[in-house]
């Protein structure tokens, strides 16, 4: 079975997480919630408190199949700021494992700490004026390698879907559920 990490730092956007979490456990893809802070408690972006499955902390000796940071203008930056999110990115990234940001933490994230490593991507907003290590696509989801980037909150459905179809190494399921939610996809 596929395993991803969810990264939750302070000020994560809300939504990009919880429907990213939703399209994967659907597709029982299994998901761990990771909080970037000393305790499991998060308040996200719109001040919805949640409680990750467990801390980065306790989770940095595991590989997951793909590691989803959700965007969101302080969580972005939170992240970003964290030696251990770095650190943790930087391995999964080394052994090949899918590094999927969405909306403003591409640029944020990975732009801002060299992690782009010249591959396409694509980030909310104008942030990509400040990257110089990759390469901006304007697209709702851009995949280059091992690197699956979403451009915000209005396409987040296509990237969850386009992550699970790339877990599973098949989009038939994928379509099926997209279809069984009344998603065109």
């Known amino acids: ?37 000393e305790s499991r408690a998060v308040v996200s972006y719109h001040d919805v408190p949640m409680v990750a499955d467990q801390t980065l902390a306790e989770s940095l000796e ?9 965007g969101g203008p302080q969580g972005s930056v939170n992240l970003a ?10 391995r999964h990234d080394a052994a090949g494992k899918l ?28 942030l990509y ?3 110089t290590d990759g390469v901006y696509v304007d697209a709702p989801v851009v995949e280059d390698g091992n690197l699956l980037s979403g451009k915000g909150l209005g396409h987040i459905f296509d990237f969850a879907l386009a992550l699970s179809a790339r877990l599973l190494g098949d989009d038939a399921p ?4 997209a279809d069984h939610i009344y998603y065109r996809w």
């Not at 595991?62 to 959700?70: E, I, K, Q, S």
């Not at 640029?107 to 104008?126: E, M, P, T």
């Open 129 to 131: 004026e400040t990257v």
């Open 99 to 126: 590094i999927c940001p969405i909306c403003s933490a591409a640029a944020r994230v990975l732009g801002g700490n060299g992690l782009l490593k010249g591959r396409r991507y694509v980030c909310s907003g104008d």
């Open 1 to 37: 079975m596929k395993k991803v990490a969810v990264l939750l730092a302070p000020g994560f956007e809300e939504a990009e997480a919880i429907v990213t979490i939703d399209i994967l456990r659907r597709l029982h893809i299994e998901v761990d919630t990771l909080a970037c802070a």
């Open 81 to 90: 700021a964290s030696p251990q999110v770095v650190a943790f990115i930087a």
């Open 174 to 177: 994928v379509r099926d559920h």
């Open 62 to 70: 595991t590989l997951y199949d793909a590691v989803v940071l959700p």
